[in-house]
């Protein structure tokens, strides 16, 4: 697995893969074993990178270590790089503090000369002493972390490990917490990646031979992240109003083009995704119409301020939510599983999911036009297209490809395509077996998905996210409460369990989430209902 994993190393404390929260679990570890018998001398060190240190998270536990005095090491592994370059003012003032290395002897020398002024008496002793204390602060860096209650050693050379040895053994010993703050390059050893690291943060396979790459396997096709970023795109042509952000994924989310045309209305937080949808909340309240454009995952980060700062006040902000469903190779830290129940359950909030390309700029147009927050959600896979004329895109509608005799299967999202392709092979079989495209999660198309409900044999939803809460689940709810039983309908998407790392389609297969597992879900449905008639509809509320 690419992120730490216990069940693969004694080494990996904790299966971790979004960024920011290590000096509070190594905190929390510290404080654990001072309460353990026989284990207060054991050392808690966490090390954390330059593009994940601006996260809030890390002054909360910095400002908590600080107040307990605990004795812990923080190595700050400060490589300029983000997977972009890092941004903000915390960026500058690491830039400020690997400057310092330059005047260290310069630095010692004026404190020397300064602790040697003769103190003089009352008023001009005092003023004397501010003047002094302040060169010296000027001079000596990191007070930013020293005010917090942090040690600042630093900065060291990081590709230096004889150097580097003996600081760690030098803040060893220091009794509270430490911060080390130590310099690399991205890409250090090898030529290609050190000259490109943005691309090497995660790069396509490649063959190397020696220093050089030889080649690279790159895919030619064309993702649903290109087809949201180029909506984006024209639409901020058109629309000077609308702006958009990223929480330091600007290459994940394919947003260079817009960033360098637009530079004004770009805007990258960092590693800071909770900041950024209070951050678009504001911009909204301003009159934009503010995209944030973050990974189904990491968006959790913001879970409150979508609640309170967006849906809360109905402002007009629109959720693209990448890498929905299963990512593959990154694993369950990455897998965008939970957006679809999460989102939902928020009053105002409008939650979609496109069928296919033909989908996705017809989305983000409607929710920039649309007065209340919207949240558009896609997978990390190559865009399908499914061959029809696409009706357009209306509030609470979802899209009727074929009514079948025999079932329905309802799609929530990308899967589109393999349901279609389930259904022509069911047809080979004698089913008859429609599909829809639901487009909608919220608001629901009852009118269309509950007439499917109440009068096909059987109803198969079909949703690359959890069970739990999510598409199907509101489509059981909605039918419920409108008294038609649902003891026909089947739900397909991610069970209640944390899904492993492989390729996005073995992942699909093994959660039944392919074209057998939807045939196989239709075929044992009509086996369970054959000769089912359909109940006269109950009295709907
Ligand atoms: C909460 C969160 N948001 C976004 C990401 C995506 N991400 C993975 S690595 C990375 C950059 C991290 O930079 P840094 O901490 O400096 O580590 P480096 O790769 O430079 O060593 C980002 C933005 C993430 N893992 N977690």
Redesign the pocket.
């Known amino acids: 697995m690419g992120y730490p994993n216990p069940a693969e190393s004694e080494y990996d404390l904790f299966m971790t ?4 929260c290590s000096v509070s679990t190594a905190l929390g570890l510290k404080s654990g074993d001072d309460l353990m018998p026989g284990e207060e001398g054991r050392h808690s060190v966490a090390v ?6 601006p ?1 809030g998270i890390v002054y909360e536990a910095m400002n908590n270590a600080g107040g307990l005095k605990k004795k812990m090491l923080v190595v700050l ?3 300029k ?3 972009c370059p ?1 941004v903000g003012g915390l960026a500058e003032y690491l830039d400020r503090l690997r400057m310092t290395s330059f005047y260290t002897g310069l630095k010692s020398e004026v404190v020397k000369v300064l602790e040697r002024v003769p103190i003089l008496g009352d008023p001009v002793e005092k003023l004397l002493w501010q003047v002094k204390e302040s060169v010296k602060a000027g001079l000596h860096g990191g007070m930013l972390f020293e005010e917090l209650g942090f040690r600042y050693v630093g900065p060291v050379d990081g590709h230096n490990i004889g150097q580097l040895r003996k600081y760690l053994a030098m803040v060893k010993d220091v009794a509270g917490p430490v911060l080390l703050h130590v310099v690399t390059e ?1 890409g250090h050893g090898f030529k290609p990646a050190a000259e490109d ?1 943005v691309f090497f ?1 995660t790069p396509a396979p490649f063959e190397r031979d020696d220093n050089c790459v030889v080649s690279i396997k790159k895919s030619s096709s064309r993702a649903y992240t290109a087809a949201a970023s180029d909506a984006v795109f024209d639409l901020m042509q058109s629309n000077p109003r609308v702006t958009i952000m990223t ?3 600007c290459q ?1 989310n394919q947003l260079e083009r817009i960033r360098d045309t637009y530079p004004d209305r770009f805007f990258d937080t960092g ?1 800071c ?1 909770s900041h950024a949808v209070a951050f678009a909340a504001g911009q909204a309240k301003a009159g934009l119409r503010p995209i944030v454009d973050i ?1 189904s995952t ?1 968006l959790q ?1 913001s879970y409150d301020q979508i609640f309170q700062e967006v849906a809360l006040q109905k402002l007009p902000v629109t959720f693209l939510l990448d890498r929905a469903g299963l990512t593959g190779p990154d694993g369950p ?2 897998h965008g599983a939970f957006d679809l129940a999460y989102m939902r359950v928020f009053p105002n909030m409008v939650v979609m999911a496109p069928g296919d390309e033909r989908d996705v700029q017809p989305m983000v147009q409607f929710a920039l036009t649309h007065d209340a927050p919207c949240s558009i959600r896609y997978p990390k896979s190559n865009v399908d297209s499914i061959d029809r004329v696409p009706t357009p895109i209306e509030l609470g509608r979802a899209e009727v490809l074929d009514w079948g005799r025999d079932g329905v299967i309802v799609c929530c999202g990308t899967l589109l395509k393999s349901c279609q392709k389930a259904a022509a092979e069911l047809r080979q079989e004698g089913l008859e077996i429609g599909v829809i495209n639901a487009r909608f999660i919220k608001p629901l198309d009852t009118e269309t998905l509950l007439r499917a409900v109440d009068e096909s044999p059987f109803v198969v939803t079909v949703e690359e996210g959890c069970l739990a809460g999510g598409f199907g689940s509101a489509l059981v709810e909605a039918a419920t409460d409108a008294r038609i039983s649902t003891a026909h309908v089947r739900r397909v998407g991610i069970p209640d369990r944390f899904i492993e790392h492989g390729e996005r389609s073995e992942l699909l297969a093994a959660v039944g989430l392919d074209v057998p597992g939807i045939v196989s879900a239709c075929r044992e449905m009509a086996a369970q209902t054959e000769g089912y008639t359909v109940p006269a509809r109950r009295q709907v509320s």
């Open positions: 893969g979004h960024a920011g954390i990178g330059d593009g994940a240190f996260s592994n400060d490589n790089m983000s997977i890092r991205k690291p943060h929480a330091a994924m994940g590693i995704e990974y990491f980060r830290t990455h």
